[in-house]
């Protein structure tokens, strides 16, 4: 945080390298996560950086083929080594295969893929000098043949994960290998068709194993005391014989495909009236996934032509452990609304007495509709369930919502009506769109929530709905996405949400309306991606902070921000001049505006602004705004592209800035985001060095990453170092990111973090 430009005004340092100074074990770090090309260019730099190159773990990458294998054995030649990664295709040469191969074991190659760029079947065998690399972590295979284990002991002892593609691996070359991989962790067929047929698994330190599609006739898993789970993806006419013998901490287990699987555990086979005694039960499983034609009667024997599954069936099944005393979720995927499917699902709601969670995923081919009036008949659901989406936290809830990637959700529902269950987080989705359908009234008989997210549904007429503060009397947070709500929606909303805390608008489309804001609790409001005649903060004692993102543009009029009573507010931004109107008590903010105590929010801490430094009437604007908020002590801004510059900026017009109180008195840090080296942003940056007297720290982060750009913009920065400072001993940080930062709608209103807008 204390780092400064390498031309610094000091003489004694000018012109010093600052990244060479670092510790070699560091740079050879840097190095080695560049591609190939790329860390072979920093050996130009200085003879300081060519043993660098030499002693940094190589990254190769050629899955696509596109290097001739002699340029592969080569790159490997010329470099001594280590080699942290290599991807590797098209080397059925056997010369050249056993010269790289040979190369990566001597070199501990670490990461290894290894793909045949061919039509299958392939005959060409990766040689067996791979099983010699000690120091590889990850094998994965690919349309080529495993290598021969006959005549040797492989002994991988670092190996955590083992992939067979679409290739083939003899029973006993693994049988040979698993047992000497002390560290294994992963194992995975995917795809694999001839070989291997019959998988036995001694392994201690195995937690996960996956069979994609895959034609193995038997697994059997003999001895893995840490295995946690079994995936299988099953495949049409694939049999798999399934046998657990020991695997004392297996928790997931699944697809199993009740017509293609046979399960064994121990000594007992279970099929159809098998006597389950302890010995045949595996008491750790948590989540299983089971993969049924509920419209045959027998699953041992595929139909074609199902025998429908009598009616009182269901009635007559005995006392199941885990559904009765356990079960506390249940999804049903690709329901088509047929009886037998009815049947089961009816079965599970009147015997799980832990349910709190039953969601049903309708069948693409299928109408959601009739799908979900089929289960409401059978009461399985209420009459008026629609899309709902419990809210996930540990992922960020609105990227279904925000980005649409809800596309084969089509129904998942809560049993509202006859079940008396607590219902904290709820997001609500409707899709696919364009739809035009009316939020369930039921929603807002859900007292219990605490938050709620609604995306892509027209909001209700209010006239109908229950009023006042106990109709939600424990919301803090309300997220709207996408949705048709208009002012009378919002006030609803607000009304009915006492402690509410937290509101969000993203992608909301009001483009006359306004959007007024009154609740004594709140303290927080996004507006993201979002447009609106005007958004105004009218009674709001509690907000602390009003975050601004991307504003739709209106060629027409701007979008109003007006700052009634909001004695709290401390973050305020992104306001840009270009779309946003300030208004702050009744004034209209404008250039030139007078400044007043009723035209001050001196509570804001941190303001953000998005500006076209090259728009002269833009520019104007921030100097005014600045004067709005006088004990700013962190300012981020933000430079944003003119489609064409209009009126020149240059230093004289900073220079001839009056005074502002929050850069000569309180503004400790300056964040000054997107700079593309233009005039007009240096000529802001050295007003603001020449003017904020308790400046601590200015961070400058480059709008292009590329190397190349990156030297040209702060070659262009260079001024900078001996320009006036009014502060002692400002620091002056440059980032160049390879990404914009991952800035999203649950950061800004993350009230724990203190500065949304410093990522």
């Keep these: 945080t204390a780092a400064t430009l390498s031309f610094s005004s000091s003489p004694d340092d000018a012109g010093e390298d600052r990244i060479g100074g670092l510790p070699d074990s560091l740079l050879r770090n840097i190095i080695s996560r560049l591609p190939t090309r790329d860390a072979a260019r920093t050996a130009a730099l200085s003879s300081r950086w060519r043993s660098l190159w030499a002693s940094t773990p190589l990254v190769l990458d050629d899955a696509a083929g596109e290097l001739a294998p002699s340029a592969v054995a080569a790159a490997l030649d010329s470099h001594p080594g280590p080699v942290r990664s290599a991807r590797l295709a098209s080397l059925q040469d056997p010369e050249v295969a056993a010269s790289v191969f040979s190369s990566l074991a001597a070199k501990d190659v670490e990461d290894l893929l290894v793909v045949v760029n061919g039509s299958w079947p392939v005959e060409w065998s990766v040689p067996s000098d791979v099983l010699g690399c000690a120091a590889l972590r990850r094998l994965w295979i690919g349309l080529c043949q495993f290598p021969d284990t006959s005549g040797q002991s492989p002994v991988l002892l670092s190996l955590e994960e083992l992939g067979i593609v679409h290739s083939s691996v003899q029973d006993r070359d693994l049988h040979t290998l698993i047992p000497r991989c002390p560290e294994l962790q992963i194992l995975a067929f995917v795809l694999t068709q001839d070989y291997p047929r019959y998988v036995h698994i001694w392994s201690p330190s195995l937690c996960g194993v996956v069979l994609w599609k895959s034609k193995l006739r038997e697994i059997h898993l003999d001895d893995t005391p840490n295995l946690d789970r079994l995936l299988v993806e099953p495949i049409a006419d694939a049999a798999t014989h399934i046998k657990i013998i020991k695997a004392p901490k297996l928790k997931i287990l699944g697809y199993l495909d009740v017509g293609l699987h046979q399960l064994k555990i121990g000594n007992t086979v279970i099929k159809l009236g098998t006597k389950v005694?302890?010995?045949?039960?595996?008491?750790?499983?948590?989540?299983?996934?089971?993969?049924?034609?509920?419209?045959?009667?027998?699953?041992?024997?595929?139909?074609?032509?199902?025998?429908?599954?009598?009616?009182?069936?269901?009635?007559?099944?005995?006392?199941?452990?885990?559904?009765?005393?356990?079960?506390?979720?249940?999804?049903?995927?690709?329901?088509?609304?047929?009886?037998?499917?009815?049947?089961?699902?009816?079965?599970?709601?009147?015997?799980?007495?832990?349910?709190?969670?039953?969601?049903?995923?309708?069948?693409?081919?299928?109408?959601?509709?009739?799908?979900?009036?089929?289960?409401?008949?059978?009461?399985?659901?209420?009459?008026?369930?629609?899309?709902?989406?419990?809210?996930?936290?540990?992922?960020?809830?609105?990227?279904?919502?925000?980005?649409?990637?809800?596309?084969?959700?089509?129904?998942?529902?809560?049993?509202?009506?006859?079940?008396?269950?607590?219902?904290?987080?709820?997001?609500?989705?409707?899709?696919?769109?364009?739809?035009?359908?009316?939020?369930?009234?039921?929603?807002?008989?859900?007292?219990?929530?605490?938050?709620?997210?609604?995306?892509?549904?027209?909001?209700?007429?209010?006239?109908?709905?229950?009023?006042?503060?106990?109709?939600?009397?424990?919301?803090?947070?309300?997220?709207?996405?996408?949705?048709?709500?208009?002012?009378?929606?919002?006030?609803?909303?607000?009304?009915?949400?006492?402690?509410?805390?937290?509101?969000?608008?993203?992608?909301?489309?009001?483009?006359?309306?306004?959007?007024?804001?009154?609740?004594?609790?709140?303290?927080?409001?996004?507006?993201?991606?979002?447009?609106?005649?005007?958004?105004?903060?009218?009674?709001?004692?509690?907000?602390?902070?009003?975050?601004?993102?991307?504003?739709?543009s209106r060629s027409y009029s701007p979008t109003r921000v007006r700052i009634g009573y909001a004695t709290k507010l401390k973050v305020l931004g992104y306001l840009e001049p270009s779309i946003h109107q300030l208004v702050i008590g009744g004034t209209v903010i404008e250039s030139g505006t007078m400044m007043s105590p009723?035209?001050?929010?001196?509570?804001?801490?941190?303001?953000?602004?998005?500006?076209?430094?090259?728009?002269?009437?833009?520019?104007?604007?921030?100097?005014?705004?600045?004067?709005?908020?006088?004990?700013?002590?962190?300012?981020?801004?933000?430079?944003?592209?003119?489609?064409?510059?209009?009126?020149?900026?240059?230093?004289?017009?900073?220079?001839?800035?009056?005074?502002?109180?929050?850069?000569?008195?309180?503004?400790?840090?300056?964040?000054?985001?997107?700079?593309?080296?233009?005039?007009?942003?240096?000529?802001?940056?050295?007003?603001?060095?020449?003017?904020?007297?308790?400046?601590?720290?200015?961070?400058?982060?480059?709008?292009?990453?590329?190397?190349?750009?990156?030297?040209?913009?702060?070659?262009?920065?260079?001024?900078?170092?001996?320009?006036?400072?009014?502060?002692?001993?400002?620091?002056?940080?440059?980032?160049?990111?390879?990404?914009?930062?991952?800035?999203?709608?649950?950061?800004?209103?993350?009230?724990?973090?203190?500065?949304?807008?410093?990522?």
């Design 277 to 552: 005694k302890p010995s045949a039960m595996v008491r750790t499983l948590r989540t299983l996934a089971l993969k049924v034609q509920f419209g045959v009667e027998d699953q041992s024997v595929p139909s074609e032509s199902p025998v429908n599954v009598e009616i009182d069936f269901w009635d007559q099944v005995g006392f199941t452990e885990c559904v009765y005393s356990h079960l506390k979720k249940l999804v049903l995927e690709a329901v088509r609304g047929e009886d037998s499917e009815l049947a089961f699902a009816k079965f599970v709601m009147e015997r799980a007495q832990m349910l709190e969670d039953m969601r049903v995923l309708v069948d693409n081919s299928c109408s959601r509709d009739v799908v979900l009036s089929r289960l409401s008949s059978e009461g399985c659901v209420s009459a008026d369930a629609a899309v709902m989406v419990e809210r996930n936290k540990e992922s960020n809830a609105w990227e279904p919502l925000t980005c649409c990637r809800v596309t084969h959700l089509v129904a998942e529902v809560f049993h509202l009506s006859r079940r008396r269950v607590d219902h904290n987080d709820l997001a609500l989705v409707c899709r696919p769109w364009p739809v035009a359908v009316d939020l369930p009234a039921d929603v807002f008989r859900i007292a219990s929530l605490r938050s709620l997210y609604l995306g892509f549904w027209d909001f209700p007429g209010t006239d109908g709905l229950p009023r006042g503060p106990d109709v939600f009397p424990h919301l803090r947070e309300i997220g709207l996405c996408h949705m048709f709500i208009g002012p009378a929606g919002v006030d609803y909303l607000l009304a009915c949400s006492p402690v509410l805390e937290k509101l969000a608008f993203v992608v909301i489309y009001l483009p006359t309306a306004q959007v007024r804001v009154r609740s004594r609790s709140l303290r927080c409001v996004v507006f993201w991606m979002s447009l609106a005649g005007e958004l105004a903060v009218v009674v709001a004692p509690c907000l602390e902070r009003l975050v601004l993102w991307q504003t739709l």
């Design 598 to 759: 009723s035209t001050m929010v001196p509570s804001v801490k941190i303001l953000a602004m998005k500006v076209r430094f090259g728009v002269r009437k833009e520019a104007k604007m921030m100097p005014t705004f600045l004067r709005c908020f006088p004990n700013v002590e962190t300012l981020h801004g933000m430079s944003h592209v003119a489609d064409a510059p209009a009126g020149k900026l240059n230093f004289k017009f900073w220079q001839e800035v009056g005074p502002i109180e929050c850069l000569e008195k309180h503004a400790t840090k300056v964040v000054f985001d997107k700079f593309r080296g233009e005039r007009s942003e240096l000529a802001f940056l050295k007003f603001i060095l020449e003017r904020a007297r308790s400046l601590l720290k200015l961070v400058i982060v480059l709008a292009n990453a590329d190397p190349a750009s990156a030297n040209e913009m702060v070659t262009k920065l260079k001024p900078l170092g001996t320009a006036n400072r009014a502060s002692e001993c400002p620091s002056l940080l440059i980032i160049a990111r390879e990404r914009d930062s991952a800035w999203c709608v649950q950061r800004a209103s993350d009230l724990s973090v203190s500065d949304p807008f410093d990522g």
